[in-house]
């Protein structure tokens, strides 16, 4: 819910956000971030495809691919 408020209402194709936990070393899904307790690590992604609309970045391809992925340590449960 944070990050769809934080995009302000900005439609994007196939967008996915995931939160889970995740290993502290590789960043990989260990888990569902419910699980993680204090000093484990917490994940949120969000993947999608940008759709330029104006014509200064015509020489964009016609959907930017987009992937971003934040770790910190969980306060606990």
């Not at 995931?18 to 260990?30: F, H, Q, R």
């Not at 014509?55 to 306060?75: D, Q, R, V, W």
């Amino acid at each position: 819910t944070c990050v769809s408020n934080y995009m302000a209402g900005q439609t994007l194709n196939g967008l996915t956000i995931s939160v889970y936990e995740a290993d502290p070393t590789t960043g990989n899904n260990i888990g569902a971030w419910t699980a993680a307790s204090l000093t484990n690590c917490v994940a949120v992604e969000v993947t999608a495809t940008y759709s330029p609309m104006t014509p200064t970045f015509s020489m964009l391809p016609n959907g930017l691919p987009m992937h971003a992925k934040a770790i910190m340590y969980s306060e606990g449960n």
